[in-house]
Antibody, heavy 124, light 111 residues
């Protein structure tokens, strides 16, 4: 059974930092791109970042570029998001997500599993 | 960025009756590989989004066949043939044609 379990969230003051983790199990983690998606209070999801299976390629949303760093440890089946210079607009629930892979390793353009989410609150 | 616009934002429905949600993208979602990466997700309060439909019309494993997706290019629709109580919540469309992946603002389905 696929499981994605986020941790590391909480309350932080503006300008502060947090490191989120996502522990993965039930699939071959090292074979998959992995994603972070966040959702502000009462809002739709927003794509944040993604990382390639070997960790060498990363992409970021413009709103967090230069402040957040995605990484992974395939030996530990864990995805990370280092968040620096946090502001109130970064408040929300952060999800890690696994992409759906179709037969023949073809893309689906969607996520079949999401973690339960971890709340990050940026406030003084 | 590709903007995804859903209508309506709120939809009162009657159990057993059909429902539909529209999603329009600001540019074509046809990828250079020929696929159209448009998905539909459902979210209940306090839960993560759950995949319903991928690539316009493909139901994800375990999704009831009362859910169907149609569309092409920039216009897409999620249809529910007969609404059940468990279908309440918020529905989102999502495009993965290009980064950043973007989501619609959500449609709240209320009984």
């Amino acid at each position: 059974e696929v499981q994605l379990v986020e941790s590391g969230g909480g309350l932080v003051q503006p300008g502060g930092s947090l490191r989120l983790s996502c522990a993965a199990s039930g699939f071959i983690f090292s074979n998959y791109w992995m994603y972070w998606v966040r959702q502000g209070p009462g809002k739709g999801p927003v794509w944040v970042s993604r990382i390639s299976p070997d960790g060498r390629t990363t992409n970021y949303a413009d709103s967090i570029k230069g402040r957040f760093t995605i990484s992974r440890d395939n030996a530990k089946d864990t995805l990370y998001l280092q968040m620096n210079s946090l502001g109130p607009d970064d408040t929300g629930v952060y999800y890690c997500a696994k992409p759906l892979r179709l037969e023949g390793n073809s893309l689906s353009g969607s996520f079949d599993f999401w973690g339960h989410g971890i709340l990050v609150t940026v406030s003084s | 960025d590709i903007v995804m616009t859903q209508t309506p934002l709120s939809s009162p429905v009657t159990l057993g009756q059909p429902a539909s949600i529209s999603c329009r993208s600001s540019q074509s979602l046809v990828h250079s590989d020929g696929n159209t990466y448009l998905s539909w997700l459902h979210q209940r309060p306090g839960q993560p989004p759950r995949l319903l439909i991928y690539k316009i019309s493909n139901r994800f494993s375990g999704v009831p066949d009362r859910f169907s997706g149609i569309g092409a290019g920039t216009d897409f629709t999620l249809k529910i043939s007969r609404v059940e109580a468990e279908d309440v919540g918020v529905y989102f469309c999502m495009q993965a044609r290009q980064l950043p992946y973007t989501f619609g603002q959500g449609t709240k389905l209320e009984i």
